[in-house]
């Protein structure tokens, strides 16, 4: 079992095998004293770069884009995945300023509509479970957020232990806390403990809690986990999502509380909630995360869709 990221120390990393991770977050660290309009176009770049130098990740990206916008020519289509890497390049430079930027330089880049929704929820004193999903700008895009209302998050570590190490200690900085995705335990006490807490259940991490429900017109592996995170805590649903303009501002938009939450019914509350996804990500489709393999599970006698050979 793998050490929980509070037991790390930075002397901890010093052996040869980490020094390319120093130096990417050096490079990073630094990239925070450019002016945002540059980190942009290098973060572009970036992102040109790992299209042309990650295939695998490239026909990921394409085939989710094939199966969820069918409607679009192919050239369309083949244009969205160049800007999703694009995307993606950017969200690199966003986290360096997630974690290291300070609030005076951040605060005019934000504009937040729908605070009340998330203030009202608040006033309830019953937790609130800020559903998000995973867009290429969620990471500078809940530091926003946080500075207008403090919230905690919930995560999944890194496989680089030196990269957990420093993610780990930015958001215990900017927010609550940071919970791991599989503390379920410490999720609930939180909500009992009237806090906002930042979740997203949008990829198929292959547990046993899931449903297949829709998701931009296909069947998609769905964590029933949120409700019965608001069933265990009484905690209320407000959708939250971040989206990046193009004058280099951000949107954060926060939506009424869901009502009626949950149904009681697993199949019909995942497919209310890949719905909202689906019309966020409608709006800014190229800040989706598809490099992640959102169809990886398939119901029975369903083929693999990210097979090669696969229509």
Known sequence: MSRATAEYSLSDFLAPRYWPTWLGLGLLRLAVFLPFAWQRVLGRALGHLAYRLVPRRRHIVATNIRLCFPELSADEQAALVRENFASTGISIFETAMSW????????????????????????????????????????????????????????????????????????????????????????????????????????????????????????????????????????????????????????????????????GDELADATRINALIEAAVRESPEQYFWAHRRFKTRPPGEPDLYARSAP
């Open 100 to 263: 290291w930027a300070s609030r005076r330089r951040l605060a005019p880049l934000c504009h937040i509509e729908g605070l009340e929704h998330l203030q009202g929820a608040l006033a309830t004193g019953r937790g609130v479970l800020l559903l998000s999903a995973h867009m290429t700008g969620l990471e500078l895009g809940g530091r926003l957020l946080a500075l207008h209302q403090p919230f905690q998050v919930v995560y999944k570590r890194a496989h680089n232990p030196l990269f957990e190490c420093f993610m780990h200690r930015a958001r215990q900085r900017h927010f609550l806390d940071a919970i791991d995705t599989y503390d379920t335990r410490r999720m609930i006490s939180a909500l009992k403990q009237n806090r906002a807490t930042w979740y997203a259940m949008d990829q198929d991490f292959g547990l046993k809690q899931y449903v297949f429900a829709p998701f931009m017109g296909v069947p998609a592996c769905t964590l029933t986990t949120t409700a019965r995170l608001v069933r265990m805590s009484n905690a209320v649903v407000v959708p939250y999502f971040p989206h990046r303009q193009a004058d280099g501002s951000y949107r954060v938009v926060i939506q009424p509380p869901l009502a009626d939450f949950p149904s």
